[in-house]
């Protein structure tokens, strides 16, 4: 038996009942033996995305995966995307190795952008909600269905930015320790906040039912009107949202952000911070 990637024998290996995990070529197994590359091992393989095989089990991060099926198992994404926590074999979908009732057949990971902590992931009838592990604001894995949401047309938005807007944002994750000791404490205590605030930021979703925010249905009249101002609002028609929250007394028609990266914004009656009237 040879690999493919070089086709070399592989020595002692079993034709007839010889096998890759799903296309890795770096593991592979016969009746007696499993293969990391070419060679024959006794230690795991990992194949990414925190998941390993070996000649007994799968595991996730170290802990066996019960009845994962490894001739069949496959990974969405390495680490430092949303898509590490999904693995699939032919039976199931598992989110931070732990099944959960998606179809394998059909799923799909949805990336939900490098600063998201959570995201969304659907299969041919449902969408799924998900919270990664181990951030500032959540410190244990979470995923469900939101009910009655069809994953057509599922989509985050992404606005065309002006120059303007594309220079804000720039300079936002250029500010300096410098910069930050050149302004009074007043203002160097709110962009700190601003900060630490954005990197928890969720995003607003659109299906052709639904506005989606931290999984949770906004609106599902009206959608077409749905207009992101920037990370922290948004408006439709009949409301503005802060942070997916409905801005009480906030007047949609003339209500605006006061720059692209601020958590301030106004209409014609009041001025606004954090979605409450100043």
Not at 32 to 50: F, H, M, P, R, V
Not at 53 to 63: A, K, Q, T
Not at 66 to 84: M, V, Y
Request: charge should be negative; aromatic fraction near 14%; proline fraction near 3%.
């Amino acid at each position: 038996l040879a690999n493919l990637n070089g086709l070399e024998v592989i020595d002692g290996a079993d034709p007839s009942s010889f096998y890759v995990t799903n296309g890795n070529f770096n593991a592979g197994f016969d009746k007696n033996t499993q293969y990391k590359n070419e060679k024959s091992t006794d230690e795991s393989i990992e194949l990414g995305a925190g998941c390993s095989v070996d000649n007994n089990s799968v595991y996730y991060h170290d802990v066996v995966i019960p009845n994962a099926d490894r001739r069949t198992l496959g990974t969405f994404g390495s680490i430092g995307t949303s898509l590490q926590y999904f693995i699939k074999d032919k039976n199931s979908v598992y989110f931070s190795g732990v099944p959960f009732d998606a179809d394998p057949v059909t799923f799909e990971a949805i990336h939900a952008g490098v600063f998201a902590v959570d995201g969304y992931v659907t299969d041919a009838s449902n969408v799924y909600y998900y919270v990664k592990e181990n951030t500032v604001a959540n410190t244990s894995n979470s995923i469900y269905k939101i009910e009655g949401v069809s994953p057509e047309g599922l989509e985050t938005f992404t606005p065309e930015f002006t120059e303007e807007q594309e220079e804000e944002v720039e300079d936002f994750f250029n500010i300096t320790d410098a910069d930050m000791q050149a302004i009074d404490e007043e203002a160097r205590i709110e962009l700190t906040a601003m900060m630490e605030d954005f990197f928890l930021l969720t995003t607003y979703y659109k299906a052709t039912d639904s506005i989606l925010y931290s999984g949770k249905k906004l609106i599902t009249q009206d959608i077409e009107s749905f207009t992101y101002l920037n990370p922290w609002y948004a408006k439709t028609s009949d409301f503005v949202f802060y942070k997916g929250e409905i801005v009480n007394g906030a007047d949609p028609e003339t209500f605006e952000v006061l720059k692209f990266i601020s958590r301030d914004g106004k209409d014609a009656n009041n001025e606004y911070h954090l979605g409450l009237i100043k």
